[in-house]
């Protein structure tokens, strides 16, 4: 089994939160959208590297995220954009695609990003602060980094797209898709799991979107990271191939 580089005190991007050998920042550009955007994150869910409410945070314009805490509810003023329709999206609330949509200028999102059980903690927090909807989702998850609970469950960013996709953002939507698309590829090289890797990306986007960006993530490195390694192993006295015997 290859061995995972993401361990406890590995050196990582600050905002795309994967050690520098496979930061994406800069394979794509921001993604842009008239809809409001928001994420109510669990706490536990912000150490969490795979988050992507942490990827809509870095990549979608004017996105917002609010941290979750039971001991310290947030109030509904800090989170509803004045003006917008708030939607709280939940599997069980009321269907996309039989509702009369309004202008998506008009709408804010509030996505629940955390566990499936965080998740049911969060919406009853928030549910009276707007309309439960729900959006049409199938197949399987393309969110390789966690175990899905059963069929039909999806990430929070896969939840995203489906509602651009719904209100017609088709260009938002297939960049964010990139993007979610590249964070899970690469996620899963830095976890050293070379062959799901490149079984993940046979079908996907990137591969014809992405390809220069793809080959320089993954063409072996040389220099000064491997000399960076050498120090701090030196350092914490695990090697002394410097040393004169």
Same mark, same amino acid.
């Given at each position: ?77 800090? #989170?509803?954009?004045? /003006? &917008? ?6 599997? !069980? ?7 009369? $949509? +309004? ?84 996620? #899963?090289?830095?976890? /050293? &799991? ?6 993940? !990306? ?7 979107? $992405? +390809? ?34």
């Amino acid at each position: 089994m290859a061995r995972s580089v993401v361990l406890a005190g590995t050196v990582r991007c600050e905002r795309c939160q994967l050690p520098p050998r496979w930061c994406v920042c800069a394979g794509l550009g921001p993604v842009e959208s008239a809809l409001g955007v928001d994420v109510l994150m669990h706490h536990r869910e912000q150490w969490r590297p795979s988050s992507t409410g942490k990827l809509i945070e870095r990549v979608v314009s004017g996105s917002r995220t609010h941290l979750y805490q039971r001991e310290k509810p947030r109030e509904r003023v800090e #989170l509803v954009r004045p /003006g &917008r329709e708030l939607w709280i999206l939940h599997p !069980l609330g009321e269907p996309l695609d039989r509702m009369t $949509l +309004p202008p998506v200028g008009d709408v804010q999102v509030l996505l629940l990003d955390g566990s499936w059980g965080e998740a049911a903690e969060m919406v009853r927090a928030v549910e009276p602060w707007g309309r439960r909807v729900s959006v049409p989702m199938s197949g399987k998850s393309r969110y390789w980094l966690r175990e899905q609970q059963g069929d039909g469950k999806f990430s929070t960013v896969e939840a995203l797209l489906a509602i651009l996709a719904a209100l017609g953002q088709s260009e938002a939507e297939a960049q964010l898709r990139l993007h979610f698309e590249l964070h899970v590829y690469a996620s #899963l090289l830095a976890r /050293g &799991r070379k062959w799901p890797a490149a079984e993940y !990306l046979d079908t996907s986007p990137i591969k014809t979107a $992405l +390809p220069d960006f793809l080959r320089r993530l993954i063409e072996p490195r040389r220099g000064a990271p491997h000399v960076a390694r050498k120090a701090r192993l030196e350092a914490q006295g695990e090697t002394n191939a410097d040393e004169t015997p």
